[in-house]
């Protein structure tokens, strides 16, 4: 296997950090961005003490020049990046009727505009280079609907088109671009939701459970993998059976 250099947005949340190790575990040379240095050094330590190394660099993905200086930074410390894993997400959950502006934005920033504020300035050089894999974490409810996150699922639909545009402009230079959208899984993110809501929603799953980020990163390695050459413009579920279907 061919090392490579990856950067994984969000690498020190839940989904993030399952997606950093994975991609270290396969001898990948492994980069996350970060916001609060403290959190992300204490976070850094911690993965080091289980035998990961992750470099750091700072930078808020919604800013375009802070999202080119995370860019810059682990180029300089990895060399250039060959997979970029689009994973930094916040949510914001209102029914529209009552929703502000600034959930809105906020939410559209984070989960899209963050998309093209990372892959801009990484393609060119994927594109000289002729090898690139690019995932967008997407999620079930931008396929199906939620109730109260109008902002969310729009952002996450979003990046569907983003993805399936970007796969055929970049197909014959071996350049692979996908999604992949887990059910709900069981990080901060969602251990924010109320305990009856959440239980509500592990009965409504075939599976009977919540995902692990475990699960998600595994699904993230198949399509980085030199073999997934010929999966491109895809949407990966993985959700336990909660949404099924076309
Ligand atoms: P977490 O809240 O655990 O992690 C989110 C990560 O994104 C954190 O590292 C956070 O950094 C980072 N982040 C948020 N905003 C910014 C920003 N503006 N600039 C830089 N970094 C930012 O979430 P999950 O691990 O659960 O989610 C990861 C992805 O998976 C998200 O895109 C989410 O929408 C998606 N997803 C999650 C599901 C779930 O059930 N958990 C289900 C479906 C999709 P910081 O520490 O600075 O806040």
Not at 142 to 156: D, E, P, R, V, W
Not at 223 to 246: C, K, P, R
């Amino acid at each position: 296997m061919t090392t490579r250099v990856a950067l994984v947005t969000g690498g020190t949340g839940g989904i993030g950090t399952a997606i950093c190790k994975k991609l270290a575990q396969m001898g990948h040379k492994v980069a996350t961005n970060y916001r609060n240095e403290e959190k992300a050094r204490a976070w850094q330590q911690q993965m080091k003490a289980e035998g990961f190394d992750v470099a750091l660099a700072a930078g808020d993905v919604t800013d375009p020049e802070q999202a080119a200086a995370v860019i810059k930074e682990v180029e300089s410390q990895l060399g250039p990046i060959d997979i970029l894993i689009n994973n930094a997400g916040i949510t914001r959950d209102t029914t529209f009727h009552r929703m502000s502006t600034l959930q809105w934005t906020d939410v559209i920033s984070t989960n899209l505009n963050s998309v093209f504020n990372m892959t801009r300035p990484v393609i060119e050089g994927m594109r000289e280079r002729k090898w690139g894999r690019i995932i967008q974490i997407s999620s079930i409810n931008g396929l199906k609907g939620q109730y109260g996150q109008a902002n969310y699922a729009a952002a996450k639909a979003g990046m569907h088109g983003f993805t399936i545009s970007l796969a055929r402009e970049n197909a014959k230079l071996g350049i692979t671009v996908n999604t992949v959208s887990p059910g709900y899984v069981a990080t901060d993110m969602v251990m924010a939701v109320p305990e009856e809501v959440r239980a509500k929603i592990a009965a409504d799953i075939p599976t009977g459970r919540l995902g692990k980020p475990e699960e998600i990163a595994y699904a993230v390695a198949f399509l980085v993998d030199d073999q997934a050459s010929w999966i491109t413009g895809s949407n990966l579920d993985i959700n336990g059976g909660h949404h099924m279907g076309w």
